[in-house]
């Protein structure tokens, strides 16, 4: 099926990597940074030059295409989805990808940075790379796969589609959307217009990766109420309300339930802000875990934890409150279980290892499956993300697209025709 094709993924990669796209966590604007626009502007406009006519930016810089299905079938409408912006962790400014072809296992010195070195010893996974082409940064700054890596794919997906339509699909949906990495990636999506059954992310590491599973997550906020006095007059009357604070973080576990302690399906209490003066003083914590009920599990521990020490202190008083942050995507993926059987399927059929895996964090994918677009996410190939030794091989990312085009066509095999339904 791909004999003849020459894969755009990687031409595309270098030159969307090059526009400065980093989102902003301080902006409460929409996108958070305006110069993320420029690429969704690009985008639209090369999804035209494919033949996708109603391609086009929004207002709040999300864009939306739609391939054409060529069938009578009634194949449920996919939507894949990548984000446009960079993290605010690391520079995007000035990006200069760099293609380092057919790479040999040697020690990749980043030009513009010496002391930043790409070793094989540190990223085990350049080992199965011997003999790709690989892309990295220059020393300076990311390089920004995550996530044009998904962008350039999706873009790819798009063009062998349209070069190929005898290749029967349904009707397909690409969405990019800003500001994931500042978790607003979903707060000016139109689902209804975008009318897509199910999604997949394009967003994920290494080649045959799959993940249906994130965390849940809520916050709780802790606001201990002292009693005041004059300091000079204070003896048997005040009860200082940031030296409970300071008790109850002391009593925190260190060798289990924080994330310094812990990994895989293990969740955790941390807290993350604490602001007060003596009379009152308000402790922030995130919660995560797999399971919504270990969830609740672990607020119930933190709430006994301050109960039994407020008891010492008779006088001072204290408020707990919980915030739902989000759900653990598989709740919703699990009553699709297609979905991600159809993933599987398709990365089975590209030749690679399918690898199912969690995500210890939220991603749009959990907000969007929640929102009702059930949606799992796919490996890009992206590695090191966030960072100055980002790097992606062109054969994963070659390897994504063609995932993708297999995944197409099972939707489209799986979906009886009106003849066998009757
Ligand atoms: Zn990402």
Not at 98 to 111: A, F, R, S, W
Not at 221 to 240: C, E, F, L, S
Not at 345 to 361: L, V
Not at 372 to 385: D, K, M, V
């Amino acid at each position: 099926m791909f004999e003849n094709y020459k894969f755009t993924a990687a031409e595309r990669f270098i030159r969307y990597v090059q526009i400065d796209t980093q989102s902003n966590p301080q902006s409460l604007s929409n996108p958070t940074t305006e110069k993320q626009k420029e690429l969704s502007k690009l985008l639209a406009e090369e999804l035209k030059q494919i033949g996708i006519t109603d391609a086009h930016m929004d207002e709040w810089g999300y864009v939306y295409a739609t391939i054409p299905g060529n069938t009578n079938k009634k194949v449920p409408v996919i939507c894949f989805c990548a984000h446009v912006d960079t993290a605010p962790d690391c520079s995007g400014t000035g990006v200069k990808p760099m293609v380092h072809t057919n790479y040999q296992g040697q020690d990749i010195i980043l030009p513009d940075d010496t002391t930043q070195v790409l070793r094989l010893s540190e990223y085990p996974y350049l080992q199965t790379q011997k003999g790709n082409d690989v892309i990295t940064a220059s020393g300076t700054t990311l390089l920004g796969s995550d996530d044009k890596a998904g962008v350039a794919e999706i873009m790819d997906l798009a063009n062998f589609l349209m070069m190929n339509k005898e290749l029967k699909h349904g009707t397909i949906k690409i969405l990019f959307t800003p500001d994931e990495e500042v978790g607003k990636g979903t707060s000016k999506v139109d689902l209804k217009k975008l009318g897509a059954h199910f999604g997949y992310t394009l967003d994920g590491g290494e080649a045959g990766s799959l993940e249906d599973e994130t965390f849940s997550a809520d916050g709780v906020q802790v606001v201990i109420h002292g009693v005041i006095a004059h300091p000079g007059y204070a003896k048997d009357k005040m009860i200082n309300a940031m030296k409970i604070a300071g008790e109850i973080l002391a009593a925190l576990p260190k060798d289990r339930l924080s994330p310094e302690s812990t990994d895989g399906k293990r969740g955790f209490i941390h807290p993350v802000r604490i602001e007060g003066i003596a009379e009152k003083c308000t402790i922030e914590f995130i919660i995560r875990d797999f399971e919504t009920p270990g969830l609740i599990k672990k607020e119930d521990y933190l709430k006994t934890q301050i109960e039994e020490l407020l008891r010492t202190y008779p006088k001072a008083s204290f408020e707990f409150k919980v915030t739902e942050q989000y759900r653990n995507m598989k709740e919703i993926l699990d009553q699709h279980p297609q979905v991600v059987e159809y993933a599987r399927e398709a990365i089975e059929r590209t030749g690679i290892k399918m690898k199912m895996e969690s995500i210890r964090g939220g991603t749009d994918g959990s907000r969007l499956s929640f929102m009702g677009l059930p949606c799992p996410n796919l490996f890009a190939g992206e590695q090191a993300i966030h960072s100055k030794l980002e790097f992606i091989s062109i054969h994963d990312m070659n390897k994504a697209v063609q995932t993708m085009v297999h995944l197409v066509q099972i939707w489209y095999e799986r979906t009886p025709s009106e003849e066998e339904k009757s």
